[in-house]
């Protein structure tokens, strides 16, 4: 079998090229803008050269503009890439000889805030331009009618995470390590997250069972808070927890003070720190007929042990 995997080069695509290994019957292609040589991948394509790219059976469409945490990006950029380049694909895809087409969208193509749990059902109301060129992605994919032999899978992930990727959790992980006590632990939040090994397995699932076309929320089962978080993250840099649990309504009228003297603490931040963010499963797990192999917190501490594999190394090079 082969298949096509567009930001082949990223965290994600590095993963499936690592979990789809040519000792398992699979050929792998990659379609990027960077052409370093990964093991395991036959080709790297220009998409210049997208019409070279024959014999494919299916393709899994990873490359996209990433949501940008400190908002200096401007939308332009976002419709650029994650429509453009979407759309660019898909056109190819549809006089290819592939059958199965994955888009890797996300749930914050839905909603930034969820109240209960989000499930497929949602309209979509998206506020960054981030999650507005995801959306617009999916409503093109969505609006062409593909033969009977052709699939099409929108994969809406809640954050995915694993050894060596770059995103929040990080940034929780470098708060911890440094001993900084957690003020905000009275607000026992919810979130959901998508293991990068989970994620592989749903991939090989559905392309090895092919399932149904579709949209599919991406996540964990299980929802993680936190102050979990913070233990785990404790326990791997070998630290005592430090959660300090000031009153709810001391903390919100500290952040609305901050609101008027433009503090870091200040309402907008507080809720993005503890608000809950559940991500619904339930459709994906009536295709799948298969506990995912990684437990959510299993999945947390396999990243938090890569952090501290990784912050050892730097260490050992500064003292060189």
Request: charged share 25%; aromatic share 12%.
């Amino acid at each position: 079998m082969k298949i096509l995997i567009t930001g082949i080069s990223g965290f994600v695509g590095q993963n499936l090229v690592k979990y789809f290994s040519p000792k398992n019957n699979y050929t792998l292609l990659g379609l990027d803008i960077v052409f370093d040589n990964i093991e395991g991948v036959e080709k790297i394509y220009s998409w210049d050269n997208i019409g070279e790219i024959k014999d494919i059976d299916v393709v899994i469409h990873l490359a996209g503009k990433a949501h940008d945490l400190k908002n200096i990006c401007d939308e332009k950029s976002y419709f650029d890439i994650n429509y453009g380049l979407t759309k660019k694909i898909y056109n190819w895809y549809q006089h290819s000889s592939a059958t199965q087409f994955f888009m890797m969208s996300s749930v914050k193509a839905v909603a930034d805030t969820v109240n209960g749990e989000l499930t497929e059902e949602v309209i979509p109301n998206p506020i960054t331009a981030y999650g507005k060129s995801k959306i617009k992605a999916e409503d093109y994919l969505n609006s062409i009618v593909l033969p009977e032999n052709k699939n099409l899978y929108i994969f809406r992930p809640a954050m995915i995470h694993g050894p060596g990727n770059k995103g929040n959790l990080n940034l929780l992980y470098n708060f911890v390590s440094k001993g900084i006590p957690w003020p905000l632990a009275s607000f026992e939040n919810k979130r959901s997250f998508v293991s990068v090994e989970n994620l592989c397995f749903i991939f090989k699932s559905f392309i090895d069972n092919n399932i149904s076309s579709g949209t599919y929320n991406i996540a964990d089962e299980k929802w993680l808070s936190t102050n979990k978080l913070i233990q785990i993250i404790s326990e791997g840099v070998g630290r005592k927890p430090r959660l300090w649990y000031f009153p709810k309504g001391f903390v919100n009228f500290l952040a609305k003070f901050g609101d008027v003297f433009r503090l870091p603490l200040n309402t907008e931040r507080l809720n993005k720190l503890t608000e809950n963010y559940i991500v619904s499963t339930k459709k994906l797990q009536l295709v799948l007929c298969a506990s995912l192999p990684i437990e959510a917190e299993v999945g947390i501490k396999k990243t938090i042990d890569g952090f501290v594999i990784r912050s050892n190394k730097v260490d050992k090079k500064l003292k060189k």
